[in-house]
């Protein structure tokens, strides 16, 4: 009975595609047919959409859906940010997947890889991430075969608050500004931002104040 009411067309696959991929849809592009079909021996596409932190809260572990490709502890990726395309890769970098979980909420279950149409947590791929990500194993210089990202995380709240910041102590910097990144990182509509003011006085030299700015959803 649930399997009946659940059961998936190819069609809604598709519009999961195009409703996701920022990039042009070419029914011959293998990986395009990948997703579409969501094949396991097409080229790998992942769309990370969360970011969890660890244990220890020294590093972060990304949670995606596999959209096609098969994804392996191990395994060489490369990690496309939001700001990703095909005509600028300044946001790309390569990485190695240092583990593949089966993500259950308070439980990780440890597996040696994860096929298209499941839920996957990644460690080892965390460092470029802010918000949301696209992982894939290929890169063609060819503009219909160059992947383009999956479209990141749009929310209907607005920003109701703000807060500027600075540390007590300036030695302290670098640690708040880690700090905040890492709380960046966490709460996906959470915003910082930097801004530096230089204020000029007749007795004291130059000095620059940082002030760091939050906006949290109603």
């Known amino acids: 009975m649930v399997s009946f009411g659940f059961t998936f067309s190819d069609e809604k696959k598709k519009k999961k595609v195009q409703h996701c991929y920022s990039g042009p849809i070419y029914e011959n592009v293998e990986f395009i047919s990948g997703m579409n079909n969501c094949d396991a021996s097409a080229p790998l596409m992942i769309q990370i ?3 969890y932190s ?3 809260a020294t590093k972060f572990d990304a949670f995606g859906r596999v959209f096609s490709g098969t994804i392996k502890s191990g395994q060489l990726v490369k990690v ?3 700001g990703y395309s095909p005509d600028d890769e300044e946001d790309m970098v390569t990485a190695t997947v240092d583990d593949v979980w089966i993500f259950e909420s308070r439980y990780r279950i440890p597996t040696s890889a994860i096929t298209a149409g499941n839920w996957v947590l990644l460690a080892g ?6 918000k949301t990500a696209t992982i ?3 890169l063609s210089s060819d503009e219909e075969d160059s992947p383009h990202i999956f479209r990141p995380l749009r929310f209907n709240t607005q920003a109701v608050l703000k807060i500027a910041v600075e540390p007590v102590n300036p030695t302290e910097l670098p640690k708040m500004l880690d700090g905040l990144r890492k709380v960046n990182k966490s709460y996906p509509i959470l915003s910082t931002k930097v801004i530096t003011l ?4 007749n007795v004291f030299p130059p000095f620059f ?3 760091l700015s939050f906006f949290f959803p109603s």
Do not use: C, P
Request: charged letters at 20%.
């Open 49 to 51: 959409v969360k970011l």
């Open 54 to 56: 660890s244990s220890d």
């Open 80 to 82: 496309l940010g939001e």
């Open 125 to 130: 791929v965390d460092a470029s991430i802010v």
């Open 136 to 138: 894939t194993d290929l």
């Open 198 to 201: 230089l204020t000029y006085s």
């Open 209 to 211: 104040f940082l002030s």
